[in-house]
């Protein structure tokens, strides 16, 4: 159907990439030995805020990692950030991660999440996050996926705050998508330390407002969903993504901002190791941009800027972002069942929702999503 013919076309064109860069970086590639005994480049690392706690720029995000020598290799390799949730993996990836860090916890900064929404729930999580992760604390405990001032209530903070007296976390964080929805609440409580956040070169300047407040109050910024679809797992065309630099000038695009002092890209393998790794000792420059422009472009009809101008536009409720969201997990992360999951945890009214029946879609995007296309494969992929 149209939604489908459409990622086929996207697919089938691939990168049109800006004349001889492609071939160039292909030989180089193929002439490039699959994992060198010494990693290329070397770690930089950066202040988290007024936390006082030193990262590298370039961490790792263990959500979808399911072997465990890539994380023992980063570590030895002088990453330091290592990035869970409570929730990742239903639990086992904490419980990996945990493994990984046995002798080698005080080389590590550690965090976790939970998206408990009462203080009982959220108390229970700590426990088991310390249990599983095998360690007496974490070094920052993230109040998980808060979209919204009203998903940060008092009595939550408090136990951050409690957590944090009793020597359970050393710093109280805050994951969210939409930073400029939380930034006047973040602040008013005067209680986080760290804020993890969506950013990458499609979402361009559409929370910088936000992030500088923060920085400013002293709060560490850490970047997440850094590469877009910069590697999209599964697509025909990832392999010339690759090739032309696309994830490389993806991350080194991030880090290139001083108000972020680490980053969280997903690493499943050691080829994804070593090129993250680089990142931190090569700048961003022109070719890196020439790359970007075209990446951005190939994609803007299919990724969510999480500007948040959609939001509230449905007649129906469906909840824009996030459905679209969700289905780039599958389309460009190569994670399908981490879709559904977000997808299924959606109300029942807003899962029954069919777009394909209305005749035309209240929704316009200002950049250039085409949102009826987007939604109508998300409800027949995941519903």
Not at 65 to 76: E, G, L, N, Y
Not at 239 to 265: D, E, H, R, S, Y
């Amino acid at each position: 159907m149209k939604s489908d013919s459409s990622r086929r076309n996207f697919l089938a064109a691939g990168l049109a990439l800006p004349a001889g860069l492609a071939a160039n970086q292909t030989s180089q590639a193929s002439a490039a030995p699959k994992a060198a005994a010494k990693p290329a480049g070397a770690p930089a690392f950066r202040t988290l805020g007024k936390t006082g706690i030193k990262v590298s720029t370039v961490g790792f995000g263990c959500m979808i990692t399911s072997d465990a020598s890539v994380i023992s290799r980063a570590i030895d390799m002088g990453i330091t950030y290592f990035d869970s949730a409570r929730v990742y993996q239903g639990g086992n990836n904490e419980r990996m991660v945990g493994g990984c860090l046995q002798g080698k916890r005080d080389k590590v900064v550690l965090s976790s999440k939970s998206l408990a929404r009462t203080a009982s729930d959220a108390m229970a999580h700590l426990e088991t996050s310390l249990k599983e992760l095998r360690t007496d604390h974490l070094d920052i405990w993230y109040m998980h996926a808060r979209d919204e001032a009203s998903a940060i209530p008092d009595e939550l903070v408090a136990v951050w705050e409690n957590a944090k007296k009793q020597g359970k976390i050393r710093a109280i964080g805050i994951s969210t998508h939409n930073p400029s929805a939380i930034v006047d609440r973040v602040l008013e409580t005067g209680k986080f330390e760290a804020l993890l956040s969506t950013y990458n070169f499609t979402v361009g300047t559409n929370s910088d407002a936000a992030f500088k407040r923060l920085s400013d109050a002293g709060i560490g910024l850490v970047a997440m969903k850094v590469m877009a679809p910069a590697r999209p797992g599964g697509a025909s065309n990832a392999q010339q993504m690759k090739n032309a630099g696309g994830p490389l000038a993806a991350l080194k695009w991030v880090i290139k901002n001083p108000l972020f002092a680490t980053t969280i890209p997903s690493m499943v393998d050691m080829e994804m190791l070593e090129e993250n790794f680089r990142a931190m000792s090569e700048s961003y420059g022109a070719q890196e941009a020439k790359i970007l422009a075209v990446l951005n472009e190939q994609v803007r009809p299919l990724y969510c800027r999480m500007c948040y101008q959609c939001s509230g536009q449905c007649p129906k409720g469906m909840p824009v972002p996030d459905a679209i969201r969700y289905l780039s997990y599958a389309d460009f992360y190569g994670q399908f069942a981490l879709g559904r999951e977000h997808f299924m945890a959606l109300p029942q009214e807003v899962r029954d929702v069919r777009c394909s029946d209305c005749s035309s879609c209240a929704v316009r995007c200002p950049n250039g999503v085409r949102v009826a296309e987007r939604l109508i494969r998300a409800q027949e992929l995941f519903a």
